[in-house]
């Protein structure tokens, strides 16, 4: 019995090796099956020999179960060495791969259509050839079970499930997984796993030339703007047909009082309409948005506003109602077939704030103690906090603004503020300057009013008595004068 196994056994290593049709690797292949086989038949023997001397009292239960343990590993070593022989030769292709925009927001999905190629390392007449025990009891390892199948750009998976589960995949069957795109990108590697074995492609992703509509992407689809001030939305549009189109493009749900414009980022030029030649599968816009000076009734400060940049083909630019565009809904805007995207705006009020004096020169002794009277007032559209009046007055001048606090100040309101004026002892004759402006906080941004210069001219204090006398001096020179002109007059 062993020289028949190792007459078997140069028999298939002299046919292996000269098969004109095998190649180096199927030779192995081929070997360490073989020697997997033979094993297990010896173990198989050995197994029913003991159970004859078992039988008849010439060996113990011991022995026996010794070499039927060693025929359950031999056959769990044939199973594991046939199933790696199979698996090592499975192969997955890539029969489709298309990259679409699910529905109508910008979601990019790719659509993956995969292909158990494998071809049996062997055919059934090899096999049988081989005299391989029991093989017929294996299960069909040619069929793929638990495909794993994710998409990755470097070590990075970028699909959403990370990983779609195909639960079972037949010699030439085809099976078609549906992975959102986390990452918009045209080049992708689609990762295969299944039992230990792992599989790799790097693709570039076909576009769905069936879709008619455009997608329009953003990276910051919510901004914020200053009331009467503007703000720039960067977008891509982009189709995936392999003919020209133009769209024409335009907003719906904007409150009537913004405008808006539409810019090639390029050239700097306005548009209103694009085309997409073929070959050209995107094309950059900017939409800037002009918001108006005050708030109305469509439109409020802080509160977001919620509007469609939509870009309509030329087979469908005479339905579209253009004129009544900016009070479509999302749901009205559903039953055109046009490309839309959604935008948001929030207006920020402006804050602006004004000072004015009611007097800006006084004329002062050092005794003196005036008052500047002084009224901020808030010009712009937003709420104002903190109100200060701030003083720079001259050297040891003192001067304390009232109110020192306004907490709060309201569009159009306006409020007094008195600041005394007190002069040092020290002060000289001549003017001096004291340099007023008011601040606020709009939300947590600082603003400062115009700065205010009241003058104050410092005189000497009037000696009154020594003016008195000066007086009665003049009107008694002037007394005699006349007096000594009368009495010439009479001569």
Known sequence: MPLFRLLLLTVLVVWALLAPAQTGDQQKKLLDLQKANLSLMEAKRQLRLNKVLLDGGLVGQEEYEKTRIAYEQAMIGYQETYISVLTKSAYLSIEKAVKYQAGDNAEKHARITIKNSSSPP????????????????????????????????????????????????????????????????????VALAFADVKQERTILLQKDTT???????????????????????????????????????????????????????????????????????????????????????????????????????????????????????????????????GLEIIPRGKGELELRAQEMYFEITKEDRPTAVLYVKNRGTRALSNVQLVAEL??????????????????????????????????????????????????????????????????????????????LALVGLVVGIVAYGVRISRR
């Not at 953003?218 to 891509?236: C, P, R, W």
């Not at 009734?297 to 083909?313: M, R, S």
């Not at 409020?415 to 601040?439: F, H």
Request: glycine residues 6%; hydrophobic residues 35%.
């Open 394 to 471: 001259p050297y040891e001048w003192e001067g304390k603004p009232s109110p020192d606090l306004i907490k709060i100040l309201e569009p159009g309101k306006e409020e007094k503020i008195t600041l005394p004026l007190i002069p040092s002892p020290a002060s000289r004759v001549g003017t001096s300057q004291d340099r007023v402006k008011a601040k606020a906080l709009t939300q947590t941004t600082p603003i400062e009013s115009e700065e205010k210069i009241i003058q104050c001219h410092v005189v000497r204090k009037a000696n009154w008595l020594a003016t008195a006398l000066l007086i």
């Open 122 to 189: 062997f055919t059934d007449e090899e096999l049988k050839a081989l005299d391989l025990a029991e093989w017929k009891t294996l299960v069909n390892f040619n069929q793929i079970r638990n495909l794993h199948v994710s998409l990755k750009i470097g070590n990075t998976i970028i699909s959403q499930p990370y990983e779609a589960i195909i639960d079972k995949l037949d010699q030439g069957e085809e099976a078609t997984v549906d992975l959102a795109l986390l990452k918009d990108q045209d080049e992708v590697t």
């Open 211 to 341: 879709a008619e509509r455009v997608s329009i992407t953003t990276k910051q689809f919510s901004q914020e703007a200053d009331l009467g001030g503007k703000t720039v939305y960067s977008l891509t549009l982009e189709r995936y047909s392999g003919t020209e189109d133009t769209y024409k493009l335009g907003l719906a749900g904007q409150p009537d009082s913004v405008q808006f414009e539409f810019g090639d980022p390029a050239s700097g030029n306005r548009i209103n309409q694009i085309q997409l030649i073929k070959g050209t599968s995107q094309k950059d816009v900017n939409l800037t948005l002009f918001l108006p000076e005050r708030p109305d009734e469509q439109l409020n400060t802080d509160k977001p506003i919620a509007f469609f940049l939509v870009a309509v083909g030329k087979s469908m630019v005479k339905d579209f109602p253009w004129k009544e565009a900016g009070k479509l809904s999302e749901a009205e805007l559903s039953k055109f077939k046009a490309g839309r995207l």
